[in-house]
């Protein structure tokens, strides 16, 4: 089988053979559940997610002089308000913010 292309095609698939799945974000939503500068509480924070909830996924950003905490990867936000309830109701300050996230697992 041949394959006639224009030579434009190759150099858009040359580009895009280094992005990997996991590069590729999406506009959705994420729980900020700190911010702030003391890193103390924010490791005990992180550690008490990591522990109560094993499989979510935790995004820790630090921009000096601040440490923030987002979880999750929501397409929206809908989706994303059955955990924002429970972390509200478990931390103070709890955010639903719209972030670039990866795409989630169907």
Request: no cysteine; proline share 8%.
């Amino acid at each position: 089988v041949k394959v006639f292309a224009p030579s434009e095609l190759d150099d858009i698939i040359y580009l895009k053979k280094d992005i990997k799945p996991d590069d590729i974000m999406f506009p959705g939503w994420r729980i900020q559940i700190y911010t702030g500068s003391d890193s103390r509480l924010a490791d005990k924070i992180e550690n008490d997610i990591t522990y109560t909830y094993p499989g979510l996924t935790i995004y820790k950003t630090y921009n000096p002089p601040n440490i923030k905490i987002r979880i999750g990867d929501y397409r929206n936000r809908i989706e994303a308000q059955k955990m924002y309830q429970l972390m509200s109701e478990k931390y103070s300050g709890v955010l639903l913010v719209p972030d670039k996230i990866k795409f989630p697992k169907l």
